[in-house]
């Protein structure tokens, strides 16, 4: 029957299904692969999701348990009635990977959290499908020690991935960074650096991708006080923006985080010390208006019967996902009531309260078209083979297989020296 359709109805059929099912579609004919695999219909199929299914809110979740690292897709209507776990195909040199950020159904990782490894991957777990990227023009081997922050995002005017990388010499930290971009459609690094602002972005800042730029917190080099850095995906230009007044001058043990909630650019503020332990939220209910800050949630760690809390996520709902000390993720009410308790049984270790990372998340075909050398299995030989000051060679490949011997100290991002040969 497909044969007397146009494809007008064809595409207007196909775009409305869910992803899994479009995998299974493309095998019913080589005019449907070839459909749903072109760029035009993941664009299309990507926009149809965006508009139709903005009230279906998925939530990404990742821990670690052991060695493993454990991806799940979540309802934010309703947690604990609805999981999807996800394969996750890597095994990191460090404890876990960097979640560098996700957007359009596109996670993109980085195994940098002690030893800089320089490697960098986009995923695609509905359709396992993933790249590894290349390696940055600026390295440990020709830059020496520095410090680094992410950004990812996309252009919807090129309808392109891109990937802002902000990195900070040692011993120039108060300087202007050095800046690249990588662009999915070009598959190569650009340095950026005329771009750049007067500010330290602090390291790993987690960014934040909303209304097309990408957000982090950072210091002014001018007069040391936090702010709001964004990245404008489509410009490629950067901007900086004032926190509410009253955070700005508020202890340094104080820590900050940029997350989306609803649309809007939100801000957490934590405290573990001090005379008032605990966190608030603050939602910029209009883009770009400083006077539009708004304070949405406080609570202090004795409401919830004490204990070192890390906040994640601002659920839709308006409760907000806390990551505890005991190792439970936990949805708290704004009252501070433990409405729901998602089940993960972790370690109390500070290392397992760090691993729990949440995002908003949406199913896509993104890199579906991009052929069988993206597939998650040749990704073994794409990796980085890393040669150790003692002689001895080590692979690092997809499923984590890790050979080799090391004192563990030649490759941490602010000492020592390692050689790579870079990804064939």
């Not at 340094?252 to 573990?272: C, E, H, M, P, Q």
């Not at 800050?293 to 004795?302: E, I, L, P, R, S």
Request: net charge negative; glycine share 8%; hydrophobic share 35%.
């Amino acid at each position: 029957m497909a044969d007397y359709l146009p494809e007008g109805v064809i595409v207007n059929i196909l775009q409305r299904l869910s992803v899994k099912t479009l995998i299974c579609c493309t095998c019913v004919s080589k005019s449907w692969y070839s459909l749903i695999t072109s760029p035009e219909f993941t664009s299309s199929h990507l926009n149809f999701t965006s508009d139709t299914k903005k009230d279906e809110s998925l939530l990404l979740l990742r821990h670690c348990l052991g060695e493993s690292e454990c991806y799940s897709l979540y309802s934010d209507e309703e947690f604990c009635s609805w999981n999807d776990a996800m394969n996750f195909p890597f095994r990191s040199i460090n404890s876990y990977f960097t979640i560098i950020g996700n957007c359009n159904g596109l996670l993109c990782l980085s195994d940098d959290r002690v030893l800089y490894l320089h490697t960098i991957i986009m995923w695609n777990p509905c359709i396992r499908k993933s790249i590894v990227l290349p390696k940055p023009n600026l390295i440990y081997n020709s830059y020496g020690t520095f410090l680094q922050s992410f950004g990812f995002g996309f252009d919807p005017i090129s309808s392109d991935h891109k990937l802002v990388r902000i990195t900070y010499a040692d011993d120039a930290l108060y300087r202007r960074p050095q800046v690249e971009i990588y662009r999915l459609s070009t598959g190569l690094w650009q340095d950026i650096s005329y771009l750049a602002l007067d500010c330290v972005i602090y390291n790993r800042s987690r960014p934040a991708y909303i209304n097309g730029a990408t957000h982090w917190i950072a210091s002014s080099i001018e007069h040391g006080a936090d702010s709001i850095v964004s990245f404008d995906m489509c410009r490629e230009v950067f901007w900086e923006m004032t926190i509410p007044a009253s955070l700005v001058n508020l202890e340094s043990f104080r820590s900050k985080d940029v997350v989306a909630y609803t649309g809007s650019l939100a801000l957490i503020s934590w405290n573990l010390m001090g005379n008032d332990p605990g966190f608030c939220v603050w939602v910029m209910k209009e883009y770009g208006v400083v006077e539009s800050w708004a304070k949405h949630f406080v609570m202090t760690y004795q409401i919830v019967g004490g204990g070192i809390m890390r906040p994640l996520w601002v659920r839709k709902n308006g409760e907000i996902l806390v990551a505890r000390q005991d190792g439970r993720v936990v949805s708290y009410d704004q009252l501070g009531a433990e409405v729901e308790d998602l089940g993960i049984c972790g370690s109390s270790s500070e290392e397992f309260v760090h691993s729990v990372h949440v995002d908003g998340y949406m199913e896509s075909l993104v890199l579906l078209g991009k052929g069988p050398k993206f597939d998650d299995a040749c990704i073994r030989n794409m990796l980085p083979i890393l040669k150790f000051n003692n002689g001895y060679s080590s692979s690092v490949n997809s499923y984590g297989s890790y050979f080799g011997r090391s004192s563990g100290n030649e490759f941490k991002h602010n000492h020592g020296s390692y050689a790579e040969n870079g990804a064939t």
